[in-house]
């Protein structure tokens, strides 16, 4: 079992910047692929960016260039830049933990969601 507890959403003004964090307890970090997910108001919940567990990066067209993903396994947490920010990044982030073991379905565990509003 994976519990994952995400941190440093906020308010910020447009083109500022904001780290979020998300650390796990519970089981073998290093074996997830880690990934940040947003949901705006009445929108679907989407991928913002994906870090395997070899560290290969994947990123949403609307975020390229202006967020970046990375994560430290000695510390069981994934981390989340994001700089130039825009009004619409607002929305709920999510933290996710997935794997898919040799048989069987992906297993997939969710953070609570940490608000990040951006506005003057």
């Known amino acids: 079992q994976v519990q994952l507890v995400e941190s440093g959403g906020g308010l910020v003004q447009p083109g500022g910047s904001l780290r979020l964090s998300c650390t796990a307890s519970g089981s073998i970090f290093s074996i997830y692929a880690m990934g940040w997910y947003r949901q705006a108001p009445r929108k679907q919940r989407e991928l913002v960016a994906v870090i395997t567990s070899g560290g290969s990066t994947n990123y949403a067209d609307s975020v390229k260039g202006r967020f970046t993903i990375s994560r430290d396994n000695a510390k069981k947490t994934v981390y989340l830049q994001m700089n130039s920010l825009k009004s619409e990044d607002t929305a709920v982030y999510y933290c996710?933990?997935?794997?898919?073991?040799?048989?069987?379905?992906?297993?997939?565990?969710w953070g609570q969601g940490t608000q990040v509003t951006v506005s003057s």
């Open positions: 996710n933990a997935a794997r898919t073991p040799a048989v069987g379905p992906t297993i997939t565990h």
